[in-house]
């Protein structure tokens, strides 16, 4: 069975202190992984896909980067409008998404 | 706007009612999915269709009914419901459900409240 663990649950930064979250997955063949914010009260915003190890996404202050086992999503200098839960997503085929529980980061000023 | 709308945003109902969500996606895609988002918990797939043909039932009670009459909507039946059942009801839309076109697009949800 497909399996996602995202940490930490929740992560508090100062304005501009750069730093990584976590997603950890078992799948039987990683097809895609995929990584989503959602704001409160709305529906999760798609980021990023990444295909295979050593692939690496970049979209303004986040970067995404996958190994075989996990993929991070590091926040360079976040401000406080990055803050959102970041949700992490596996396919292992034609297989709907198997998502972990997310990571609620906020960015104080 | 993510081209993908939910109807109502927010529904209270009783255990004996019956009520219906609504969703409806305007991006071409010919895949939709049903997810129930619950406090501390991921993402729960509840149903997919691809073509109006349902392709997965994520073993979800019978008082969840769904409908997909055309590829650009998608309905949820309400019935009987019980407290539990309370949670953020997540509507989406993909283009296909290959690995390669399965990227999921949300619509904003209906918070549910089941009294």
């Known amino acids: 069975e497909d399996q996602v663990t995202q940490s930490p649950e929740a992560l508090r930064l100062q304005e501009g202190e750069s730093s990584s979250l976590n997603c950890s997955y078992t799948?039987?063949?990683?097809?895609?992984l995929f990584w989503y914010r959602q704001d409160p009260g709305k529906g999760p915003e798609f980021l990023f896909t990444?295909?295979?190890a050593g692939e690496e996404k970049e979209k303004e202050r986040l970067k995404a980067t996958l190994t075989k086992k996990e993929s991070f999503l590091h926040i360079t200098a976040p401000k406080p409008e990055d803050s959102a839960t970041y949700l992490c997503?596996?396919?292992?085929?034609?297989?709907?998404?198997?998502f972990g529980k997310g990571t609620r980061l906020s960015v104080i000023a | 706007e993510t081209g993908v709308t939910q109807t109502p945003r927010h529904l209270v109902m009783g255990m004996t009612n019956k009520k219906s969500l609504k969703c409806e996606q305007h991006?071409?895609?010919?895949?939709m999915y049903w997810y129930k988002q619950s406090a501390k918990k991921p993402l729960e797939l509840m149903f997919v269709?691809?073509?109006?043909?349902?392709?997965e039932n994520n073993s979800v009670p019978s008082r969840f009914s769904p409908e997909c009459p055309n590829s650009s909507h998608l309905f949820l039946h309400l019935h009987t419901l019980q407290p539990e059942d309370s949670a953020l009801y997540l509507c989406?839309?993909?283009?296909?459900?290959?690995?390669?076109?399965?990227?999921?697009?949300f619509g904003p949800g209906t918070r549910l409240t089941v009294l």
């Open positions: 997503a596996v396919s292992s085929g034609n297989t709907p998404l198997v």
């Open positions: 799948v039987s063949g990683l097809r895609g």
């Open positions: 990444l295909y295979s």
């Open positions: 991006l071409g895609h010919n895949a």
């Open positions: 269709y691809n073509f109006k043909e349902q392709t």
């Open positions: 989406t839309s993909s283009l296909g459900t290959s690995v390669r076109n399965n990227e999921q697009f």
